[in-house]
């Protein structure tokens, strides 16, 4: 899959102009790829026009002007985009009672060690960026990427696969089958 390059990007002006119509276009594309496992976690898989979404919108929000201020977060945020026969989502943790949220990450330490796509009954350990999960410590926001080998990708582009998604923590079970939508949504990832 193809990086987001400078050339991408639209300036503040120009982006401020067609911003509306962008979100409405990103929220339709992000509905599939949008996949919750259990109540208190959802992925996002990301792809080009995800990441170049995010960068337009810390551009304008931060109202980045400076090229090599503009270049940083560009690298950045290609960080999120799938590898070569991978998928590449930001997980969420969705904790709605702001007084325990400490409280509730502290229980889901270790979480990172236990996301796993299934394709077709095949296990595809998710794999997590590093530094955002410590013994004592977790974010409620993770990126992590699933690997494909060559059975699992091919199984994935027939979109005719049983794709789950499952977490197996001791203090949050669940799972998740995907509808053809959300399949065919991520396969055109791996293509």
């Known amino acids: 899959m193809r990086s987001v390059t400078l050339e991408n990007v639209a300036g503040l002006a120009r982006y401020a102009e067609m911003r509306g119509d962008v979100r409405k276009r ?3 594309l992000k509905r599939p ?3 919750s496992v259990g109540d208190k976690v959802s992925f996002v898989f990301e792809n080009f026009d995800t990441v170049l979404f995010q960068i337009q919108e810390m551009l304008h929000a931060e109202r980045i002007v400076d090229l090599d201020r503009v270049r940083e977060e560009i690298a950045v945020y290609n960080q999120l985009m799938p590898g070569k026969n991978e998928l590449s989502a930001t997980m969420l943790i969705e904790i709605t009672d702001q007084a325990r949220v400490e409280e509730e990450l502290e229980k889901l330490i270790g979480i990172d060690e236990k996301v796993t796509m299934i394709i077709d009954g095949s296990r595809y350990p998710g794999v997590f960026e590093p530094g955002r999960s410590r013994e004592d410590k977790l ?4 990126y992590v ?4 080998d060559a059975r699992g ?9 049983v794709v789950e998604l499952a977490i197996e923590h001791p203090n949050y079970r669940a799972s998740t089958r995907l509808s053809p939508e959300q399949t065919a949504s991520l396969a055109s990832d791996l293509e």
């Open 145 to 148: 990427r699933f690997p494909l």
């Open 139 to 142: 974010s409620a926001v993770q």
């Open 33 to 35: 790829r949008r996949i």
């Open 26 to 28: 990103i929220i339709e």
């Open 153 to 161: 990708r091919d199984a994935f582009l027939e979109r005719s696969a």
